[in-house]
């Protein structure tokens, strides 16, 4: 397995590979989630690149940015098992400079929900998402769903941008008893891991509410808040694939989003 620090040298080593490339950007503390995402990335392509980069600028003032689990050299030999061809390490000097220009997200769907409660999230992750893609060459991206307005903003953006790289949607990973996959889990003591179940929770039990014919979102709300009551909940929301909020489930054309609070966690899930 390669690996480069230097966006420079990436991008020509990639740009000359004549090879299909799947790549899939991380934040590194990789997990089984990460691991599906390469997977798949490796079965859909020639040549398949990590990159590891806690980004500065998807961070607000005041969160987890210094604290942000950073095991770069467990990471790497995961990579290296899971059969990475390339791993990319920037670091922050290296991805950016003062005063350059950015990307802003959307003012509607970038600022509501998690763009909401964290203003300004969204043009981080946009930002650094363009710069990532635009080293990579990659033809194919792969991000996870329970980042789902996350990957909402990205499709819109490599569409309206006229991007030649097409962003795969993969399934939320969970632990056996239903947590979704998260490097912020590590952040949650045994009694906090016990109570965030219920975020799965209250979302399995707004599907079979669904699946008993259920479609008003008020009422499966309600169901959900029954899981919830313990949590901390920063917000439900019921939204359509544009991420427009909805009043009515729209059969295979919804999503239910949860934010909580465990503690100084944020854990954010979705179905
Ligand atoms: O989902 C993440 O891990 C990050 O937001 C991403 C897409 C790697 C950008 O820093």
Redesign the pocket.
């Known amino acids: 397995m390669k690996i480069f620090k230097s966006a420079e040298e990436f991008k020509n080593y990639t740009k000359n590979l004549g090879k299909s490339i799947g790549f899939v950007?991380?934040?590194g503390a990789l997990h089984e989630g990460h691991m599906s995402l390469i997977k798949r990335a490796k079965e859909e392509n020639d040549f398949c690149i990590v990159s590891i980069?806690v980004?500065p600028t998807?961070f607000l003032p005041g969160e987890d940015l210094s604290k942000y689990p950073r095991r770069l050299e467990a990471d790497s030999k995961l990579c290296e098992l899971a059969g990475v061809d390339a791993l990319f390490l920037p670091t922050p000097e290296e991805m950016y400079e003062e005063d350059e220009p950015s990307i802003k997200a959307p003012n509607r769907a970038g600022y509501f929900l998690e763009g909401f409660v964290r203003p300004g999230h969204f043009d981080g992750?946009l930002t650094?998402?363009m710069k990532l893609l635009n080293i990579s060459g990659a033809s194919k991206a792969y991000?996870g769903q329970k980042?789902a307005q996350?990957l909402l903003l990205i499709k819109q953006m490599t569409k309206r941008y006229f991007m030649d790289v097409e962003i795969v949607e993969c399934q939320i990973v969970r632990e056996k008893e239903g947590l979704a996959m998260s490097s912020r889990n590590v952040y949650l003591d045994n009694e906090q891991k016990k109570a965030s179940l219920s975020i799965s929770k209250s979302l399995f039990a707004a599907g079979a509410t669904i699946g008993a014919g259920e479609l008003d979102c008020k009422k499966i709300e309600g169901k959900m808040r029954e899981e919830l009551k313990e949590l901390d909940v920063e917000y439900i929301a019921f939204c359509n694939r544009q991420f427009k909020e909805i009043e009515k489930i729209e059969l295979k054309n919804s999503i239910i989003l949860v934010a909580a609070r465990l503690g100084a966690t944020r854990l954010i899930d979705n179905i």
């Open positions: 950007p991380t934040m980069f980004n998807q992750v650094v998402v991000f980042d996350q």
